[in-house]
């Protein structure tokens, strides 16, 4: 369970890290999941790292990991993560993300023989990746404790968000809206593959998507996160027939989600 050697178009595939200062989060994440760091070759393009896991007896890809920019973090841009959904033609989703009223924030590339990616963002304005691979599939390794299990979108709009992403990747995104406190959950095909969260009026979270992390036991990674730097932006939140979650930053405040799941769940 957890090993993927491809990823079906419309699920999520792969997630990475922009970080401000590259050598910090590596001390970051090693220390708190037990991550590998791999320089890649860039063929003098921007620097960029993966991450590997162990599992099994074999280093497995998890995320990967950029280097901001002098301008961006002039402009005080935060670190932050990015989620990727696999599509099997980058520029015919960028050109469909359009129609539908959203913007194209990084348009088509190719990433050297690894694959071709573009950046868009919704109608509220959550950014979102979409990755067509070639030679990199995303995460070899998911769901399971030290790798990305979960993404999420945060959205002060149902009506905005949810025919847009259902109409941009055919998900199936079902639930009761009108619930005192209503919880959406994708579904690409016959696979769970995300939630959507209304954010609370009274709330200040921005609009956005966000990862989620498995644990293998909550209070050990608390103590992982507070040790290495981080900070805990909550307390333990109870997810009935899931297991229980914690909001995190890490040490240059990069938001992500810890989860200690009850059941293995594939």
């Not at 991550?35 to 860039?42: A, I, V």
């Not at 954010?199 to 966000?210: G, K």
């Not at 027939?241 to 240059?252: A, P, T």
Request: proline share 6%.
């Amino acid at each position: 369970m957890g090993t993927r050697t491809q990823h079906k178009p419309g699920l999520f595939s792969f997630v990475d890290l922009m970080a401000g200062d590259a050598a910090k989060a590596e001390a970051f994440y090693s220390a708190v999941f037990g991550w590998k760091c791999e320089k890649q070759d860039t063929q003098g393009g921007p620097p960029y790292w993966q991450f590997f896991k162990e599992h099994n007896g074999k280093l497995e890809n998890v995320a990967g990991m950029g280097q901001m920019s002098n301008d961006m973090k002039a402009a005080g841009v935060p670190s932050y993560w990015n989620n990727y959904v696999t599509v099997e033609d980058v520029q015919s989703v960028c050109t469909q993300a359009e129609k539908l009223g959203g913007k194209i924030t990084l348009p088509p590339m190719k990433v050297m023989e690894a694959g071709h990616m573009a950046m868009i963002q919704d109608r509220e304005g959550a950014q979102l990746s979409i990755w067509q691979p070639l030679d990199h599939i995303g995460a070899t390794l998911v769901n399971v404790p030290g790798s990305f299990c979960w993404n999420e979108l945060n959205t002060r709009d149902f009506e905005k968000s949810v025919p847009f992403y259902q109409d941009l990747f055919g998900w199936n995104i079902k639930g009761d809206q009108n619930a005192e406190n209503p919880y959406l959950s994708i579904m690409n095909g016959d696979r769970s593959n995300g939630g959507v969260m209304m954010i609370p009026p009274n709330e200040q979270m921005p609009v956005t998507w966000s990862t989620y992390f498995a644990v293998e036991e909550m209070e050990a990674f608390k103590k992982s996160v507070t040790d290495n730097g981080g900070q805990l932006c909550s307390g333990d939140i109870p997810v009935p027939d899931v297991g229980k979650l914690v909001i995190c930053g890490d040490s240059q405040g990069a938001f992500f989600v810890g989860i200690e799941l009850s059941t293995a769940d594939d």
